[in-house]
């Protein structure tokens, strides 16, 4: 990479939570997690572009859901580039322009998976050299799901997510995603899930070793008997439509059906194509989604677009 370099392109996964155990409330605030991610097919992209001196840093956001994605110091891909800054002592002047596919507010980690992305290009455009683990902990400090978008494939997360541990796992996986034309907030779903268990003992989350079991043998039936979330009943008592798109994924033959982190994306686990295309034709005939998407997992996580 010459010095000269003005423009870096990172691209990077959503991911979907193929277990999310939910265990008693920290002393921080945050819930003790037990989950297990996959990073999938569906992309964003982050284009770090050097500036003038003094320019600071700017940002633009295109695609169909750009209206809802913030271009100020809260978007989590501009708190990145000034991490990055701050840790190779340059200024921040720079243009970050995100390519938005993954849904937002959709429960696909789509903002985190831009800080990610953020991380990597201004690491490369600012040659900060930052080693693996360093920038592993800045990924921890801008949210819980962005260490595991910079690491992808499928990963045990631990701590409020951010402790990740590569999943000992086979075989690619198909899915499809019910999508939703409204977000669902992820703090509004955790304090859902609350309230559901006020007075209820909250254990200590574990990955259920089925899971795992499944994961390695790579046997998609098994891990779609096995996906579960703790957020579901939350979701679906903010949004009860999200029991009935999840009830057409399983009435379709989906080898499981699963919401997608703090929702409102469903995902659905599919033996192959063909399959994929039939719920994908069933969940768009139901009028309960505004779209569907497919895409392939594990895929890896953050990395720079070739040429
Ligand atoms: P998670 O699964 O990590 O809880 P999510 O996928 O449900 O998150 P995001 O798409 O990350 O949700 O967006 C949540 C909110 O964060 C959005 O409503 C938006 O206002 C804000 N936001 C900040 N930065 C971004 C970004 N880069 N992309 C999308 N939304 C962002």
Redesign the pocket.
Known sequence: MSLSTKSVTAVVPAKINLALAVGPVRVDGFHELATVYQAVGLFDEVTATRRNPGSGVTMTVAGPEAD???CDA????WLAAEAVAAEADVVPDVHLH?V?R???????????A??AGALLACDILWRASLHRERMLELAADL???VPFLLHGGTAVGTGRGERITAAMARGSYHWVFALSDR????PRVYAECDRLRAGAKVTEPVIPAGLMEALLAGDPARVGAELANDLQPAAISIRPELDMVLEIGRDAGALGAVLS??GPTCAFLVADDEAALDLAVSLSASGLCSGVARAEGPVGGARLKDG
Not at 74 to 77: F, G, Q, R, Y
Not at 102 to 112: C, D, E, Q
Request: hydrophobic share 40%.
């Open positions: 809802a994605v913030p809260t978007n989590l891909a995100i938005k993954i849904p937002v507010a959709g429960g696909m980690a789509g903002g985190s831009d800080a949210g819980s799901d977000g669902l907030s992820t982190g703090s």
